[in-house]
T-cell receptor, first 114, second 112 residues
Framework: DAGITQSPRHKVTETGTPVTLRCHQT?????MYWYRQDPGHGLRLIHY???????DKGEVSDGYSVSRSKTEDFLLTLESATSSQTSVYFC?????????????FGPGTRLTVL | SQQGEEDPQALSIQEGENATMNCSYK?????LQWYRQNSGRGLVHLIL?????REKHSGRLRVTLDTSKKSSSLLITASRAADTASYFC????????????FGGGTRVLVKP
């Protein structure tokens, strides 16, 4: 497995609370991504980063924010969690612009919002 | 919206048989990739085929791409119980800002 860890691996929280998920990589890859996976939708891109402090929105970014202050860490924050954000969240990395779409995935975080 | 749509959604076969799944997409692509996901795990990259390629092999995997039909197929030959997983196609298209767009996946069950 590529050196990607996600924390926490499981979380149960209540509607309206803030939640931060962390992705940590040891590969020194430039690009990092956050996806959510829901039945019937496959993986959908939430936000991505193309360098430290450089981030952009994906397909389903509403209700989420991200930060990347170091190459190795990419944080996903739900400012006020809603039940519709119950999902499995995956972080992914890719090495370079030339290999931008050969992505390596972390193990996922299962988030339940009650 | 999903760029890639896999077919069938689920597939059950006996060990040793071949498994074939298809992916259709809507817009012109730069390349198409296949990923595998074992239950409770992240996705693992299997193979990438570029828009100017028609067929690619990797071990027991064979991928074809027909850009005129906007479709791809993944063939797993001589399947094993360990091939039980979900398989996803992902397209890289300029229309999607050159970011990956995933289909809903095909669940494959290989029975011993």
């Amino acid at each position: 497995d590529a050196g990607i860890t996600q924390s926490p691996r499981h979380k149960v929280t209540e509607t309206g609370t803030p939640v931060t998920l962390r992705c940590h990589q040891t590969e020194n890859h430039r690009y990092m991504y956050w996806y959510r996976q829901d039945p019937g939708h496959g993986l959908r891109l939430i936000h991505y980063s193309y360098g430290v402090k450089d981030t952009d929105k994906g397909e389903v970014s509403d209700g989420y924010s991200v930060s990347r202050s170091k190459t190795e860490d990419f944080l996903l924050t739900l400012e006020s969690a809603t039940s519709s954000q119950t999902s499995v969240y995956f972080c992914a990395i890719s090495e370079s612009r030339e290999r931008i779409n050969e992505q390596f995935f972390g193990p996922g975080t299962r988030l339940t919002v009650l | 919206s999903q760029q890639g749509e896999e077919d069938p959604q689920a597939l059950s076969i006996q060990e040793g048989e071949n498994a074939t799944m298809n992916c259709s997409y809507k817009t012109s692509i730069n390349n198409l990739q296949w990923y595998r996901q074992n239950s409770g795990r992240g996705l693992v990259h299997l193979i990438l085929i570029r828009s100017n390629e028609r067929e690619k092999h990797s071990g027991r995997l064979r991928v074809t791409l027909d850009t005129s039909k906007k479709s791809s197929s993944l063939l797993i030959t001589a399947s094993r119980a360990a091939d039980t997983a979900s398989y996803f196609c992902a397209t890289d298209a300029r229309a999607a800002g050159n970011k990956l767009t995933f289909g809903g996946g095909t669940r494959v069950l290989v029975k011993p």
